[in-house]
Each structure stands twice: as C-alpha cells, then as structure tokens.
C-alpha cells in the first residue's frame, strides 16, 4: 500500500465537541502476534535522525533532527489508518528508538519503543520501520525518543500526532500545523537530552540549582535556559480572524512545565491527552512535560489589536522562562493587520487548570474538575474483580541524587535497564531479569487501581505506556519539614483521601481520562485502568533526567511475550552509548541511603564502594 495523498481542506468553524467515530480495525487478526489489521489508509513517512549545529531562537544550538528539521513532521492521521514510518539512525555516536506517546498500541506491543523493553536500539547507520493501526479516536498525541541518553545536543527528534476525524482532510505537508480553524503548538525547552552528566555537577552543586516556584519548592531541577515553539519556524507571530480556534498544545519538552494563556482572552478545555472532555472555562492551563491539552478561543475584536500568547515556564525565579507568541487579530480582510508588539500582561489572578502545588492554591483547579464524554467510555468497562497496587517514588538529594521506586511496599529501587527485551521470545526470568529492574505483574480482565505517592517537592508528570487511566482522586498536601533530611510521611490508603481507597476502587463516577498525570509534590493520585492489553509497558516520570536517573517501573500485563521478534527489528549486537548497559548494581551507600535499598548507577555504586560521589567519567 502507498501513502494517499491529500488536499489541505478550506476548513470551517470548528465545533466544540467531536464524536467518536466507529473502530475502522477489522475482526481479522495477523499472525499469531494478535495484531489486528486495517482497512484504512497507509501512511508513509521516511525521516532520516542526524546532528547538526542551527540557528533557533537567535541561538547557535547543537540539535538532533528529523530530516534536518528542528519542526518534527507531524504524523496526521484518521482511525484505522495504519502509519509506516522508516526511521534511518544518521547519528554519529548513539543508538535510538522512537515512542508513539499515547497511543494504547493494542497489538502492536513490539512497536511501542522503549529501548530493551519492547526493543533494541537502532544502531548508527541502520534503519527500523515502525507499523501499527490508529485505533484511537480523533485527539492529540505525539512522538519522541526513548532510548535514556544522547550524548550531545538538544533533542528535537519530537513532533505531534493528530487523529483527525473523518470529514477533516489530512494535511499535504506534515510540517504544515496550521490546517482549518486549527493550530498545533508544539512547545519544546533548550535544556538538552543529556550532556555530559551537566544536571548532576547541578544537582552535585558543582553548578547552580534549578528554579523555585512562588513557595520555594522545586520546579525545575536545572536551570532554565531556553525554548521554542514548533521548532522556532513561524512562531514569532501568528494571525487570526475573528472565529473560534482550537489549539492543540503539546509540551515536548524535557525539562520544564509551562503555563499556557493568551492575554485578555478566556481559554475553554476540551480534550486533554487525545480524550474529549465537556468544555471548561478557564484563564489559563498548565501543561506538564508529556502532557496535551486542547483548547478553544474565541477571538471576536471591532479594531485590529495584537496580544501576546504565552507558554511560561513555573520557575518564577527566571522571569524571562516564557516564550512568546504575537496573536495578530482582526476581525475580516478589510482590516489590516496591526505591526506593532502587543502591550498586554498575564492575568496572575486567573483560573488555572491542572494545578500541582502544594496545600490549597486560590484560583487553582484540580484536573479532576473535567469531565469526559460519556463515548470515551464505550470501550472501557467497569470491572468487578478490583486489584489495588501502590507505587511510592522518593528522590535523594545530592551528593547521592537519585530517584527510587518501591512496589507494593517492596524495597525502594532505581530502576535499570536490562540486557535483553522482556518482550522477546528468548527473555527468561531466571537467567536475564535482575532485581534492579521494577516489575508489577498484573494478570489480565482486572481492574487496577494504582496508587502513586509522592515523596518528593516537585511535582512529577508521571506517565504509562500502553493505556488511557482514569484519575479518581489526586490530593495535594502541605510541604513537610522532612523534605531533604529523611523519608516524608506518605499519604495513608484509609485516611488520607476523601474515603478509604479500598472504596474509592469500586465507584462507579467515571474519572477524567489521562495517559499523563501531574502527582503534586508530597501528595498522591490515585489512577485506575483496565487489564485488556497484554504486553510490557513503562511507567515514568517524563523529566527525561529522572527517568534516566531510576524514576520509573515495568507494567508486564498477563506476563506476554512476543512469539517472534519482527521483521526488520534493530540488531541487539549494537554496543555503542545508548545499547551498551552502564548501568553498575549494588546497594546503596548507606551514609545517605537506607542500605537495603538497590542502587542501579555508576555514580551511586562508585560511591557505595568507597569512591567520590560525584558523576562518573564519559563514555
């Protein structure tokens, strides 16, 4: 099958709600991998990874790229398309693999991306193809890499996936993301993948610290230092009609949440993660690393006037942390637009969605205020056979800076990679898990209720492969005096949440649909998601520093493994940078740490055997 081509279309008002369109996935299945085939249209990209040195932001910036193009191309798409996307590894010094950030992938298990979870990496020189079914109905998603570090530069392999629906034509140009009455707003940061181990000399205080909100808790764990909308081409200004637009907005970044607002205008929720939700009103949102929220504004000006859109970092002690966008409005073609910059202010008083600070915030409201159309639903039954798990994270303070999680009241772990795919048919328990790996076990047609404390004073974007979760009840929490000297108090299962978490399992309220989700600092959420996709699936933090640094664990569902690796798969032979395993394992030092505890760093294990504490050297 090729790829069809179409027309961009002339557009139309857009509406506030979409509906759901009926699944296009036949009932045949392929192969004995359950993988379900389409009748959709193919879609077809070649994107070629390399490194170069460019111009963004009136910056000269080592960037790694997709065809040479800080805009990653966007993959547009209807349900029941199938995408096919060959990705050639250019880079000089690293392996890669690609993530297709929530989409479910049921039945496409092996096409997810983690490096030595579903895959190995694609090797410098080598080439992978990427197949899988759009089983998602219309909403926003995006894609990056995930393969723990690239060595040099800033990681702009990254770009949108848009499900479209059915009567809106499917872009001709994937780097077009302006398209109807529609708008994509791609936000990425300057801070790179990862550099020469700069954020633990921060973190080692060999460098300065990151940002601090307004009550002095952490918001950014390294130091501001850029960013850039759509790849910085066309960014600078944008032009409107009076009308009603939908934004789709996307934070791709790697280091920073940001506040998204447009002066003097209301801003209207309508989906959040790829899930339409009945609309909210608000001044402004915050969007957390991974997350996505789509917006309407309506602009309806007598004169032409221009404001400023903004999407600002939370680390209050850099004022300049906002990249800024000149909305020019007018109301009809009679008018021309106006040149001069905006002279507009944000709005601090405002209403804020998806708030994560700590204790209650005036004006600050709880992403569990939205509420999905009863369509989201029509696939995700409730269960009767209920299984609760708890997931605590804690992060150590430098000089051991780390971050750990325990299972179900298992010992604290940094997580590690392992030497081989769990998914592959050869992977066997005895002889290739290792006990710094983090694993739930979870058998199939349960439904899960996951409980995720937050020991630490920054709020964590914490996401999970292969499912849509619903978010029942998140609690923010007043920061403890322990912060820094030993473990927080966690949030009790009976008593710290509106009822016991054993009841809250059986409601039958539908929570809010996500696939990302902001745990506030010292506090806790509690998520739940049915067992209906077997397969390996990662849950982390989407701070790429702190999922390279331990922050996160395995969901093996109904214990599956792939029956044959595919075709056309990475070799595992690969033993550069990113496919080599680094990785030392060990308890940790117990000057610092409880030494019960499993350690699963160089520089942590260096220093637990009497060695210095800070990075370890370069590979």
């Not at 499900?163 to 302006?178: G, H, N, Q």
């Not at 966008?325 to 106006?338: E, G, H, V």
């Not at 056979?385 to 971050?403: G, K, M, Q, R, W």
Request: aromatic residues 10%; glycine residues 8%.
């Amino acid at each position: 099958h090729k790829a069809v081509v179409s027309t961009q279309s002339t557009g139309t008002l857009l509406k506030h709600k979409m509906k759901v369109l009926p699944l296009l996935i036949t009932a045949l299945v392929a192969a004995s991998q359950g993988a379900p085939t389409t009748t959709g249209t193919v879609r077809q990209q070649n994107w070629v990874i390399s490194r170069d040195v460019q111009i963004l932001s009136d910056r000269t910036l080592i960037v790694n790229t997709i065809n040479g193009n800080p805009k990653g191309p966007a993959v547009y798409v209807h349900q029941g398309d199938m995408v096919e996307i060959k990705v050639t590894n250019h880079m000089p010094d690293c392996g890669l693999s690609i993530h297709w950030h929530g989409l479910e992938q049921k039945g496409y298990q092996m096409y997810d991306g983690p490096v030595q979870l579903v895959q190995c990496a694609i090797a410098p020189g080598d080439s992978m193809t990427y197949r899988f079914a759009i089983q998602e109905g219309p909403g926003t998603y995006w894609y990056h890499t995930h393969n723990e570090h690239i060595p040099v530069g800033h990681d702009f392999i990254r770009g949108p996936i848009v499900v479209l629906e059915d009567d809106t034509d499917i872009p001709s140009d994937p780097l077009d993301y302006a398209f109807d009455n529609q708008r994509v707003l791609m936000y990425h940061d300057f801070y790179p993948n990862y550099m020469g181990y700069d954020y633990l000399l921060g973190l080692g205080g060999l460098r300065a610290l990151g940002g601090f909100d307004a009550e002095g808790g952490f918001a950014l764990t390294a130091p501001w230092s850029g960013g850039a909308l759509n790849g910085g081409q066309g960014s600078n200004i944008m032009q409107f009609e009076n009308g009603e637009y939908r934004f789709r907005v996307i934070n791709g970044g790697s280091l920073a949440p940001l506040i998204f607002s447009i002066d003097n205008h209301k801003i209207s929720v309508v989906a959040t993660d790829g899930s339409e939700v009945e609309p909210y009103e608000v001044d402004a949102v915050q969007v957390h690393l991974g997350e996505r929220y789509d917006v309407i504004v309506k602009f309806d000006v007598t004169e032409p006037t221009n404001v400023w859109m903004r999407g600002a970092s939370t680390a209050v002690t850099n004022p300049a942390a906002v990249m800024l966008t000149n909305l020019q409005l007018r109301s009809n073609t009679d008018s021309a637009f106006l040149e001069s910059p905006p002279t507009t202010s944000y709005n601090p008083a405002g209403n804020l969605m998806n708030c994560n600070y700590y204790g209650k915030q005036d004006n600050c409201i709880a992403v569990t205020a939205l509420k999905n159309m009863d369509y989201e639903f029509d696939h995700r039954p409730l269960l009767d056979d209920i299984e609760i798990h708890t997931a605590d994270f804690f992060f150590s303070l430098p000089p051991v800076y780390a971050y750990f999680f325990s299972l179900d009241g298992r010992t604290y772990t940094q997580n590690t990679l392992l030497a081989k795919p769990m998914t592959y048919p050869d992977f066997d328990d005895t002889t290739d898990m290792t006990p710094h790996t983090n694993v739930l076990d979870l058998d199939l047609d349960k439904s899960i209720v996951l409980v995720l404390r937050n020991q630490a004073g920054i709020g964590h974007p914490i996401h999970v492969h292969g499912h849509k979760f619903e978010v029942l009840e998140e609690i923010s929490r007043p920061k403890p005096f322990c912060f820094g000297e030993s473990h927080c108090e966690i949030a009790d299962l009976d008593t710290s949440f509106s009822v016991p978490v054993s009841e809250l399992s059986k409601t039958t309220k539908r929570g809010v649909l996500k696939d990302t989700l902001v745990v506030p600092m010292f506090g806790a959420a509690v998520i739940r998601f049915n067992t209906d996709n077997p397969g390996v699936w990662f849950v982390h933090c989407h701070f790429d520093e702190h999922a390279d640094s331990g922050q996160g664990f395995v969901i093996r569902e109904g214990k599956w493994k792939a029956d044959y690796v595919p075709e056309g798969f990475p070799s595992c032979d690969y033993t550069g940078t990113l496919q080599e395993i680094h990785n030392s394992l060990c308890t940790c030092n117990p000057e610092h740490l409880d030494p019960t505890w499993l350690c699963s760093k160089e520089y942590l294990c260096n220093y637990s055997r009497g060695g210095p504490p800070g990075p370890p050297p370069e590979h």
